[in-house]
């Protein structure tokens, strides 16, 4: 009898409160994976700011040398 229940209860519409902590679970995990996506698109921005800085120096050391 006990499997019949189970099946059942996996049968019948989520309560309310059962659809509301569900999407409240999954709000959680979309906050989780955009913070994580923000700190990579952060870091790629401050890796191509450094990249820039060192690029320009090296293009005005490059123009001293040629003067």
Request: charged share 40%; net charge positive.
């Amino acid at each position: 009898m006990k499997f019949i229940d189970f099946l059942k209860d996996r049968m019948r519409d989520p309560t309310p409160l059962e659809r509301i902590a569900r999407e409240l679970g999954e709000a959680y995990v979309e906050k989780l994976e955009a913070e994580t996506a923000l700190d990579w698109a952060s870091s790629v921005v401050n890796y191509n700011k450094t990249r820039i800085a060192r690029l320009n120096e090296r293009l005005n050391e490059h123009k001293e040398k040629q003067k």
